[in-house]
């Protein structure tokens, strides 16, 4: 089940520059995309949504794109801070369905 | 806070024997699921449940895997024979309605270890 993808498995960016985590799916049934983040020892925790009608949702230093076209998303954190150091998911569920599809994860890295 | 707590954080077992894994969810969340992550791979969905049934489960839940809610706080997970492929991090999450939008809380997990 490769519904979410996620195809870096890490990424090194230094303190104030962007992080940019993408995410690939392929069941264009999906309407709901989440960001979790998780430390280790902890369990995910919700970062950023996005539903299929937008195709941006702002929070702070998080932003996630969606585009729909491509089965594209893509979270910025701008600027990343070493407190960002984690594993990122990416997550989606479609219609009605409550069980959300993760992707691998991405483990970022933040350089002081 | 509200958070999910989940108990123990680590379990060891004997292949074949039964483990439950328990989980108190945050008091006014009404979905409850579980998930798990096998080391090195992504987290993958095991069931979901509201008003006091499974309300969607995924192929790897199959007739080992049961779940209940016991009282108005424990939510639990019971495999019936353990295999050394249910060795994985094992988490609770809670969400209210719509918790598609606005993210399920999950707890820290239980790792557990089939020898």
């Known amino acids: 089940d490769q519904q979410v993808k996620q195809n870096s498995p890490s990424l090194s960016v230094q303190e104030g520059r962007i992080s940019i985590l993408n995410c690939d799916y392929t069941?264009?049934?999906?309407?709901?995309f989440l960001w979790y983040k998780k430390y280790p020892a902890e369990g995910p925790t919700f970062l950023i949504s996005?539903?299929?009608?937008?195709d941006k949702n702002e929070d702070g230093r998080f932003t996630v794109f969606l585009n729909k076209s491509a089965k594209h998303l893509s979270l910025h954190i701008v600027p990343s801070q070493p407190g960002d150091s984690a594993v990122y998911f990416c997550?989606?569920?479609?219609?009605?369905?409550?069980?959300?599809?993760f992707g691998a994860g991405t483990r970022l890295t933040v350089k002081p | 806070e509200p958070e999910v707590t989940q108990t123990p954080s680590h379990q060891v077992t004997q292949m074949g024997q039964e483990v439950i894994l328990r989980c108190v969810p945050i008091?006014?969340?009404?979905?409850f699921y579980w998930y798990r992550q096998i080391l090195g791979q992504k987290v993958e969905f095991l069931v979901s449940?509201?008003?006091?049934?499974?309300?969607?489960k995924s192929e790897i839940f199959d007739d080992q895997f049961s779940v209940e809610r016991p009282d108005g706080s424990n939510f639990t997970l019971k495999i019936r024979s353990t295999k050394l492929e249910d060795s994985a991090m094992y988490f609770c999450?809670?969400?209210?309605?719509?918790?598609?939008?606005?993210?399920?809380?999950f707890g820290s997990g239980t790792r557990l270890t089939v020898v």
């Open positions: 997550a989606a569920s479609e219609g009605n369905n409550n069980d959300m599809r």
């Open positions: 999450a809670s969400s209210e309605v719509g918790g598609r939008l606005y993210g399920y809380t």
């Open positions: 996005i539903s299929s009608i937008k």
């Open positions: 069941n264009s049934m999906f309407d709901y």
């Open positions: 008091s006014n969340h009404l979905y």
């Open positions: 449940f509201y008003n006091n049934e499974i309300s969607e």
